[in-house]
């Protein structure tokens, strides 16, 4: 039984470490020599017109977030689909519930215009 609990401890401890050290290797190892040059900013080798730093609406943040949300529960229903004979009525019941779920949750991104794209 503890050799299950060490696995999982290594596993962990390494899943922690791995990206700690990928982050700290770039900034011990790389070369820190700044210059006027160096800290322009880049467009294809042309000099920039306008404001460099442009933001984003984060309404297409949610455009993406809603995407993958329905797109995530819409895999659910294939494997549903293909036994759904076998299932029963519960089952029935089940993906009924969660697909009510489903459009509570698009009328609501709907009604607080998370859909709307301009």
């Given at each position: 039984m503890s050799d299950n609990f060490a696995a999982v401890g290594i596993l962990l401890i390494f899943?922690?470490?791995?990206?700690?050290?990928?982050?700290?290797?770039?900034?011990?190892?790389?070369?820190?020599?700044p210059h006027r040059e160096k800290l322009t900013t880049y467009e294809c080798g042309n000099e920039t017109i306008g404001r460099t730093w442009l933001g984003f609406k984060s309404n297409?943040?949610?455009?993406?977030?809603?995407f993958t949300a329905f797109d995530v529960e819409t895999v659910f229903l294939y494997p549903w689909a293909l036994t759904f004979r076998k299932l029963g009525a519960f089952?029935?019941?089940?993906?009924?519930?969660?697909?009510v779920i489903l459009l509570v949750g698009f009328w609501y991104a709907w009604k607080e215009g998370a859909l709307e794209w301009m």
């Open positions: 899943a922690v470490a791995l990206p700690v050290i990928m982050m700290a290797m770039p900034w011990l190892l790389a070369p820190k020599k297409y943040f949610l455009y993406a977030l809603v089952a029935f019941i089940e993906m009924f519930i969660f697909i």
